[in-house]
């Protein structure tokens, strides 16, 4: 892709060829970027997810580019709503996910910068997953809502900086993130939203998880901001 694409800070339609597909994102980088975030969005989402999308516009407010990503095809997204079979398939987004990383690498506007994931319900195991086969590449990943836990064998391997968002409200999901934080060597940490619910509806609670996020990924792509984590909780 040339770089006359990325003549406004975006968001640009970009499709990203994998080995056995080609996948739609939508690409937004802010003047001098600091670094990237790639989004992997939940069990039947989309790089739609109007949360996700809060969430990118918050980060790019802070000078990090997003790449909003589908890690289905629009033939699979319909075959998954119909059958929910992909969705659980956290070798097959992960490999995605993989991919597209060695993708953002490649391109001139941002092989230099760090690489960050957020990921959401099933799409937190799947960015533990790639960023465990990515170490040194991937520095930092937040999980919002997640299931962290179907990384499995790969949580004791990951190197990124971790963030554990979820819900108060969310005891199944939340019981689940303290087993997965266990088995994380990495620098990690849970952060619990009190009154929160799964999809952090209630008012405030995506503000809550945006700001969070924001000042992770700063902590940990932005060249000039060093290793601090100051101001998480």
Known sequence: MRDSAFAATGPVAVRVPTGAALLDGDLSLPENASGIVLFAHGSGSSRMSPRNRAVASALQARRLGTLLLDLLTPEEDLFD????????????????????????????????????Y????????AALVAAAELPGIVRAVVSRGGRPDLAGTALPRVEAATLLIVGGNDPTVLALNREALSLLRAEKRLHVVPG??????????????????????????????GASDEGIQ
């Open 81 to 116: 709503r119909q059958t929910a079979a992909l969705r659980f398939d956290i070798g097959m987004l992960a490999e995605r996910l993989v991919e597209v990383t060695r993708w953002v690498v490649q391109l001139d506007r941002t092989r230099n910068l760090p690489i960050g």
């Open 118 to 125: 957020f990921g959401a319900s099933t799409g937190g195991g």
């Open 196 to 225: 929160a619910t799964h999809l952090f509806s209630e008012p405030g609670a995506l503000e809550e998880v945006a700001r969070l996020a924001g000042e992770w990924f700063h902590a940990h792509l932005a060249a000039d901001a």
